[in-house]
């Protein structure tokens, strides 16, 4: 069972930055750290329904970046350390919301599917 754990969210003032962190575990034999999973970033705020906003897919980690965050922010992934990242820059109000990771095998980075796997979440609050 792959275990995901999210952090370094917090409270931000507008325009700023955070750097936030997806660290995976419990792999199987077989698929043996995140080179084998699709790793998306999602968000929901209060009152709205969850976000894909990012996502590296397996092997070649090729990115994507949902369209109204594009330019903002930033996914990437360390696989010795079994780390993803979302780097997300110019921080607005509407950026408020709780991030988590999720993986799958087989979604195709979609970042409209339900992935197997996905973490807590970590709380982003963007306020002056």
């Known amino acids: 069972q792959v275990q995901l754990v999210e952090s370094g969210g917090g409270l931000v003032q507008p325009g700023g930055s955070l750097t936030l962190s997806c660290t995976a575990s419990?792999?199987?034999?077989?698929?043996?750290?995140?080179?084998?999973?699709?790793i998306g970033w999602f968000r929901q705020a209060p009152g709205k329904e969850r976000e894909g906003v990012a996502c590296i897919s397996k092997f070649e980690g090729r990115t994507s970046v949902a369209d109204n965050v594009k330019g903002r922010f930033t996914i990437s992934r360390d696989i010795a350390k079994n780390m993803v990242f979302l780097q997300i820059n110019k921080l607005t109000t509407e950026d408020t919301a709780v991030y988590f990771c999720a993986a799958d095998r087989f979604v195709r980075c979609s970042l409209r599917a339900n992935y197997d796997f996905r973490g807590q979440g970590t709380q982003v609050t963007v306020s002056s």
């Open positions: 419990g792999f199987s034999a077989e698929h043996s750290d995140i080179l084998y999973y699709d």
